[in-house]
Nanobody, 126 residues
Framework: QVQLVESGGGLVQPGGSLRLSCVASGATLRTYTTAWFRQAPGKEREFVATIKRYGGATYYADSVKGRFTISRDNAKNTWYLQMDGLKPEDTAVYYC???????????????????WGQGTQVTVSS
């Protein structure tokens, strides 16, 4: 059974940085496309970033482009989200997700991912 566990969330001041991690068990990470989504209070879940399983191409939401970086370490079965220049509007619960067989046009669609973590809270506030 595939399990994903996030860590690294917390409280940070505007302009600060955090790095989220997601560790996968029960799966070989290199066969999965992996992503980050987030959900703020009262809002729908939204796509943040993804990294494809083969080739490692990355895609970002416009709202985080240039500030966030997604990466992965297949040997450790772990992927990361480095968040710099954090803004109050980045406050949300962040979820990692993994899926197989996704095509480029479906990478930003949460329903296309097979496995999800439990979420980690990121709060950006002074």
């Amino acid at each position: 059974q595939v399990q994903l566990v996030e860590s690294g969330g917390g409280l940070v001041q505007p302009g600060g940085s955090l790095r989220l991690s997601c560790v996968a068990s029960g799966a070989t990470l290199r066969t999965y496309t992996t992503a980050w989504f987030r959900q703020a209070p009262g809002k729908e879940r939204e796509f943040v970033a993804t990294i494809k399983r083969y080739g490692g191409a990355t895609y970002y939401a416009d709202s985080v482009k240039g500030r966030f970086t997604i990466s992965r370490d297949n040997a450790k079965n772990t992927w990361y989200l480095q968040m710099d220049g954090l803004k109050p509007e980045d406050t949300a619960v962040y979820y990692c997700a993994a899926g197989m067989g996704l095509i480029t046009s479906s990478l930003r669609i949460g329903a296309q991912y097979d496995h999800w973590g439990q979420g980690t809270q990121v709060t950006v506030s002074s």
